[in-house]
């Protein structure tokens, strides 16, 4: 590798890193604020997430710059396209974290005092911590850590149906407290969608450590080999 793209790589680890941290924290306060009833951190939430819009943008045009300027192969382009796609994953944690601060919003100013159900909190501490091992395991570039991540998303999409079976109940019992309980159900979808995204992260490291595909049925703990992608002739994998 020469200087300038070890250069430029590094700064393209070290953004996509501050990236996941912004993100990290702007879903953390979300959380937060719906639990806390914390109208202000919910609105400094919303406030915060043009600042990720404009770094996924500034990312996606330095990851384009060093394609074009350096034509890297192996895992330096498996590096190149796994920052483009964790950057848009991202940015999408982005707006999954500004929803759950509109809903709190909402709910607050309506004056719903109910407390969030006990499987929401469950739910937001788990994709809370998907989340976090996740950027770990990208920091560290761990595959073994980055497949436990991938292991977890089964454990979010039984809290979702369990919650969804409660509501279902409790708006029978409540007709009137229907369109707020739709609101916790929500942002129970949005949790949801994270820990698909903290999935995705976590894929991503597997295919630029390994050049494996572990997506589409190819999960962590399938029997064969998921799919590996060829490497240019005459040069190693990294």
Do not use: Y
Request: proline share 5%; charged share 30%.
């Amino acid at each position: 590798m020469s200087k300038h793209l070890q250069r430029d790589m590094e700064n393209l680890k070290q953004r996509i890193l501050e990236m996941g941290s912004l993100t990290e924290r702007a879903l953390g306060a979300a959380v937060e604020a719906l639990l806390e009833r914390k109208l202000d951190l919910a609105e400094s939430v919303i406030q915060r997430d043009e600042e990720i819009d404009v770094r996924e943008v500034d990312i996606e045009e330095e990851c384009l710059k060093v394609l074009a300027l350096h034509q890297p192969v192996a895992q330096d382009l498996r590096f190149l396209v796994a920052v483009l796609k964790v950057n848009n994953d991202l940015e999408r944690i982005g707006d999954h974290a500004q929803n759950i601060a509109k809903r709190t919003v909402k709910m607050t100013r309506e004056g719903w005092k109910e407390s969030p159900p006990p499987g929401l909190r469950k739910m937001a501490d788990r994709v809370l911590q998907m989340l976090k091992r996740s950027l770990d395991a990208l920091v560290r570039m761990d595959p073994q850590a980055a497949r436990a991540v991938c292991r977890e998303d089964d454990e979010v999409d039984a809290l979702l149906k369990d919650l969804f079976q409660i509501q279902m109940g409790r708006m029978a019992e409540h007709p009137d407290w229907i369109p707020h309980l739709m609101g916790d159900l929500s942002v129970a979808r949005n949790l949801e969608r994270v820990a698909d995204l903290a999935t995705n992260i976590a894929e991503d490291v597997v295919f630029t450590v390994e050049g494996e595909v572990i997506r589409h049925g190819g999960g962590p703990e399938a029997g064969s080999p998921g799919n590996v992608v060829p490497l240019p002739r005459g040069r190693t994998q990294g």
